[in-house]
């Protein structure tokens, strides 16, 4: 089984709760499996951390694009002098009414909350 993500760039903005979706965003990808904190959030967090590229494969999408089977929705955002932060919202996979914002941080916060135990 996939677990499907969107992943979405946001500009953060005076008064834009970083658990709550924004009105806009400015690019947007896809990625059809590993979509998990764990996988594909730890992945988002290293390279922004690292300033490597990643080494997933995302589709690049329109921003207008939707999907009815997302198990997450990934938000980094971002702006001049101000950190990057990272929104993950669980979702009930064909409705926006169930989303729910299980992280919100920076990225070393994400690390440190989700990345799996590799020392045994």
């Given at each position: 089984m996939s677990t499907r993500a969107q992943i979405r760039f946001a500009t953060r903005e005076t008064g834009q709760s970083f658990n709550e979706?924004?009105?806009?965003?400015h690019a947007q990808f896809?990625?059809?499996h590993d979509g998990y904190p764990e996988g594909l959030g730890v992945d988002i967090a290293e390279s922004i951390i690292n300033r490597?590229?990643?080494r997933s494969s995302w589709e690049i999408e329109h921003v207008q694009d939707m999907?009815?089977?997302?198990?997450y929705i990934y938000y980094i955002w971002s702006d001049y002098d101000k950190e990057t932060f990272i929104s993950i919202f669980k979702t009930n996979n064909f409705s926006d009414k169930d989303e729910e914002c299980v992280f919100v941080g920076t990225p070393n916060k994400l690390?440190?909350?989700h990345k799996l135990n590799t020392n045994g």
């Open positions: 979706h924004p009105d806009a965003i896809y990625k059809h490597e590229a990643l999907h009815g089977d997302l198990d690390i440190e909350t």
